[in-house]
């Protein structure tokens, strides 16, 4: 049990720049659309209005931050040490992971906050772990150990459940998931 409740806190650790990136882009979200309101060949927005340059610059600034305090957590607590390339491709490939699933939703067809199960919650995971696997496997193979992803592949679905149920009651989000 003790070994269980471990890996959850190293998983929780490690994706902790990710994590925040997400919610915080619904937080500082609005104004200018990444995709400038284009439409791609099928008619349809590249993006949609739902991913903008304030989501996007403050949901990874707000990542890179708590991943800095997390660098300079004393040792002795510290679950895992981040690099400052690391903690940039957590947080942006979050949000770029994100992107990435709208411009494939609005290819299917999916309007603009439309829900996808499993998409909608992995896609940002998804984003993250790619940016970091490229630009230092190593530091991922050796922090993101199988049983580390398999548990935030289990984990993440429920915590965006909630931190969504959460912002739809405090009204930042039009959808609860
Ligand atoms: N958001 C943003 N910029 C981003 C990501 C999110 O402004 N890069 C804000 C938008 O206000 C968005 C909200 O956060 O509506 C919720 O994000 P998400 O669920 O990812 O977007 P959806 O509106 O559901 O759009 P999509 O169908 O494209 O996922
Ligand atoms: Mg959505």
Redesign the pocket.
């Known amino acids: 049990m003790p070994e269980i409740f471990a890996i959850l806190i190293t998983a929780v650790w490690l994706m902790l720049p990710a994590y925040i990136a ?1 919610p915080t ?7 200018t ?2 995709d400038f309101g284009k439409k791609w060949r099928d008619g349809r927005r590249i ?10 610059i ?2 990874t600034t707000c990542g890179i931050i708590v991943g800095l305090i997390q660098m300079n957590v004393p040792s002795q607590w510290s679950l895992g040490s981040f690099t400052l390339t690391t903690i940039i491709t957590l947080s942006f490939g979050a ?1 770029l992971g ?2 990435v ?2 411009f494939f ?2 290819r299917a067809g ?7 199960p499993v998409i ?1 919650q992995l ?2 995971v998804a984003g993250a772990w790619v940016l970091t696997y490229i630009f230092d496997p190593q530091w991922f193979s050796e922090n993101f150990t199988f049983r580390i992803i398999i548990t935030v592949l289990i984990l993440t679905p429920i915590l965006h459940r909630l931190t ?1 149920i959460i ?1 739809f009651y405090i009204k ?4 609860p ?1």
Not at 25 to 31: D, I, R, S
Not at 47 to 56: A, S
Not at 110 to 116: H, K, P, Q, T
């Open positions: 997400n882009a619904v937080v500082f979200g609005g104004g659309p990444v993006l949609g209005d739902g991913k903008t340059f304030r989501g996007l403050g949901g949000l994100d992107m699933k709208s939703k609005r999916f309007e603009r906050g439309a829900e996808l909608d896609d940002f969504n912002g930042l989000k039009k959808e998931w």
